[in-house]
């Protein structure tokens, strides 16, 4: 069966410290990576997604970025970060179904999240 | 461009109460609609799912019917639980995933 793994799970960090979040995916291949931003009390906020290896599409410009280095990999990084980047940072995979490939959706697996504080 | 619109919260309901929420949506085509449950502290799980007009998707007590006439996918229980509390996310499936911005649920004893 497939897993999403995240990690740290919360972290404290330091205005204009970087920062690194990994999230990666077993039991699947070539999967639709996507991260998430939750503010608290709001909804999701789609921050990246990847189609596959070094494919990275930005949804929303800030100072955060994305990699996928390998193919069930996806790293969030941010080079200082802002108190704004406070937040619950999802990770989330996805196949490429048939109704996916036409662009009809197919259903996102999440992990269990990251609780990132900005002080 | 594709939209999700959900009510807003928080439902609070006694246990046993009947659940609405109600999410509306526009997009081109025929896109899969979603419900998903987020649990305190957790991520997103899937909680039911539809891929054409008129389909019912149902899970744990849940049901929800894909109504394109109406554009919407409105996600019913019968009887709620304290067990139920929790954030529920409307989404339309597509090429970028649209969520909407979740509706909490607060179930009492």
């Known amino acids: 069966s497939q897993t999403i793994h995240q990690w740290p799970a919360t972290l404290v960090q330091p205005v204009g410290s970087p920062l690194s979040l990994e999230c990666t995916v077993e039991?699947?291949?070539?999967?639709?990576l996507y991260w998430y931003r939750q503010a608290a009390g709001r909804g999701l906020q789609l921050l990246f997604y990847s189609v596959g290896i070094g494919q990275i599409s930005s949804e929303v410009p800030q100072n955060l970025s994305a990699s996928r280095p390998q193919d069930r990999q996806f790293i969030l990084s941010s080079k200082k970060l802002l108190l704004s980047d406070s937040g619950f940072y999802l990770c989330a995979w996805s196949g490429k179904s048939g109704r996916a490939l036409l662009g009809l959706g197919d259903t996102q697996y999440f992990g269990p999240g990251t609780r990132l504080t900005v002080l | 461009g594709n939209s999700v619109t959900q009510m807003e919260g928080p439902v609070t309901l006694s246990e046993e109460a009947f659940l609405t929420i109600n999410c509306t949506y526009t997009?081109?085509?025929?896109?899969?609609l979603f419900w998903y449950v987020q649990y305190p502290g957790e991520g997103l799980q899937l909680l039911l799912k539809?891929?054409?007009?008129?389909d019912k998707g149902s899970n744990k007590g849940f049901e929800a019917t894909y109504r394109k006439e109406t554009t919407s996918f409105h996600l019913e229980k019968g009887s709620v639980q304290v067990s139920d509390s929790a954030v529920y996310f409307c989404?339309?499936?597509?090429?970028?995933?649209?969520f909407g911005r979740g509706t909490s649920l607060i179930v009492h004893p």
């Open positions: 989404a339309l499936g597509s090429y970028i995933p649209t």
């Open positions: 997009a081109t085509g025929y896109p899969s």
């Open positions: 039991g699947t291949s070539n999967p639709n």
């Open positions: 539809a891929t054409k007009a008129d």
